[in-house]
Structure formats: C-alpha cells, structure tokens
C-alpha cells in the first residue's frame, strides 16, 4: 500500500465513480481501476461494491477512507514543511560557544545571518571548550566554536584568530608596559573563565611549568563581572585580546613568550552527521564573512 493507491481510492470516493476520478488524476480508467484491485488485494478486502454501473465504498472502504484522508493530510504537511526548510522558510539552528567566543566573535556574523534568513531561528549555548565538543558528539547541538582543533571525526572552518592578552586597569603598575610574561602574570591576582575553559587550562599548564600556583580570584564567564573586576583594579585578566572592553579604562597586553602566536577559533560539526539545510547555509555565511574575521 502506498500513497499513490491511497490517493486514486480517495479520488474515486471523492469523485463517485472511476470516470470522474480518472478524468480528475489525469490517469486512464483502467489505470485506476488496476491500482484499486491491487490495492484491495493487497488488504484482501473488497473496498467497492459494484451494482451496474455505480460503485458505493463497503464499510471497509469507508473505514480506509478515514485513514487514507488522514495519512494523505499527513504527507502534504510534510512536504510543504520540507519545502519550507529548504528554502529557510522556517527552521531551527542549535549552537555552543565559549563565553568569550559568544560574547566577542559571533554577534555580528550572527546577527548578520539573521537579517538575510529571517525565518530561521538560532539557539545559541555559552559552555567551556571540552563541553562544547562533548555537546557535538552527543549531538546536542549542530554546530559548535571551538578555540582549540577538535580530532578527525569533525569538519572544522576556521572563522577568526585572536591573541591571549592580559588585560589591566590603566592604573594597574604593570600598564605602561609593552608586554607581559607568564612569570609576571603568575604573580599577580588574576580574574578567567572558569574551569573547563580553554584559557583557564591554559593557565593551570602554565602556572605548572613555572611551578607557582595561578593567584585566580575569579571564575566567571559573566563578561560584565570580569570586565568590572579588571577596571577597578582587583584583578588582571586572562582573556582573548578581542574580548578587551572597548574604552580607555582598561589596557590589554600580549604576553611576551606569545608573541607573533595567534589562536584560531573554528566552527566545527559532526563528519557523520549531514548539515541541515540551515547549517549549511550558517557555514556558507560564516565563509564569505571569514575574510574579514581572519
């Protein structure tokens, strides 16, 4: 049984007889009278009874016709729903990023695919580095940011590279100076992502090879809280020097051994799982914008 039986049987019900349904269908009369007896062969039913020349539906046709109509209904709502999708009629794009990656990289390239597919509707999640790859493979979300390379079994674009800086109040005595070194900035107090951060593991890896203990009084993916714990002068912060707070308050400087080393963040989605149609068209966006960003 299959949707086009379906559709000849309800077209003869509708119709009151084969001419008119096949003149309807735009299909021969024998044409639709062999799909109504594969059809009731298929079911081993009788769906017409037949007296001369007029056929009525036995209670079994009618019995089919309530679930013909409905499964019919059905389909065309599909289509028209897949129709719709691709052409971002309307669609749903779930995404992850880091705090600073939200915050700081994708609210233009965003806010931008919004404005050219207006029905598409984007849900963004803010989580450190190993949570969003662990979103990913769980499938939770389609496309993720990552700041460091995810392995083989991702497809990753890169989108924009930024430099770690070490932000300070223009007060602070270290901001007149032209660089920072991990060794400095271990002894100072210092405000970060929190843990599961690429930054903040960043920072525990360096506090281990110089054998201090990072002073960190502060873990916080709350950009304003960082921001104002920076200008006031309580802590410096480890940040991307993209996230600086614009404005004359607050001074970022690049860490001396980092020097002419830039980060790439990538967006990054499943190999084994295919884009959705607005996936594909958020990456297309993202690689005619990528010009501007790198």
């Known amino acids: 049984m299959d949707l086009k039986q379906l559709r000849y049987f309800a077209a003869i019900v509708d119709e009151g007889g084969m001419r008119r349904a096949a003149d309807g269908l735009h299909v021969s009369q024998p044409a639709l009278t062999a799909a109504v007896k594969q059809l009731e062969d298929t079911l081993g039913v009788a769906l017409f009874a037949r007296t001369g020349r007029t056929i009525e539906p036995t209670r079994e046709g009618y019995r089919l016709y309530a679930h013909a109509r409905a499964l019919l209904a059905g389909a065309e709502k599909a289509r028209s729903e897949m129709r719709a999708l691709a052409n971002l009629e309307v669609a749903e794009l779930s995404l992850a990023a880091t705090s600073m990656v939200a915050n700081h990289v994708l609210p233009r390239?965003?806010?931008?695919?919004?404005?050219?597919?207006?029905?598409?509707?984007?849900?963004l999640s803010q989580m450190g580095g190993p949570a969003v790859e662990s979103a990913l493979k769980l499938g939770e979300v389609e496309i993720g940011f990552a700041m460091h390379d995810l392995d083989t079994s991702f497809e990753q674009l890169p989108v924009f590279e930024s430099h770690v800086a070490v932000?300070?109040?223009v007060h602070h005595t270290r901001a007149r100076q032209s660089d920072i070194s991990?060794?400095?900035?271990?002894d100072e107090r210092i405000a970060?992502?929190?843990?599961?951060?690429?930054?903040?593991?960043?920072?525990?890896?360096e506090a281990r090879r110089h054998a201090k203990a990072a002073n960190i009084v502060l873990e916080t993916d709350a950009m304003g809280l960082l921001t104002q714990t920076?200008?006031?002068?309580?802590?410096?912060?480890?940040m991307m020097e993209a996230a600086k707070p614009a404005?004359?308050?607050?001074v970022a400087l690049p860490i001396r051994e980092n020097k002419g080393r830039r980060f790439t963040i990538n967006a990054c989605w499943r190999r084994d799982m295919p884009l959705s149609v607005a996936g594909q068209a958020l990456i297309k966006h993202l690689k005619n914008m990528s010009n501007a960003l790198l």
């Open 109 to 123: 390239p965003l806010s931008a695919f919004l404005v050219a597919h207006p029905g598409v509707g984007l849900s």
């Open 167 to 169: 932000c300070l109040s």
């Open 182 to 186: 991990w060794d400095d900035l271990l």
């Open 192 to 205: 970060t992502l929190p843990r599961g951060y690429t930054l903040h593991a960043r920072l525990l890896a």
């Open 230 to 238: 920076i200008e006031t002068g309580a802590a410096v912060g480890l």
């Open 247 to 250: 404005g004359e308050h607050i």
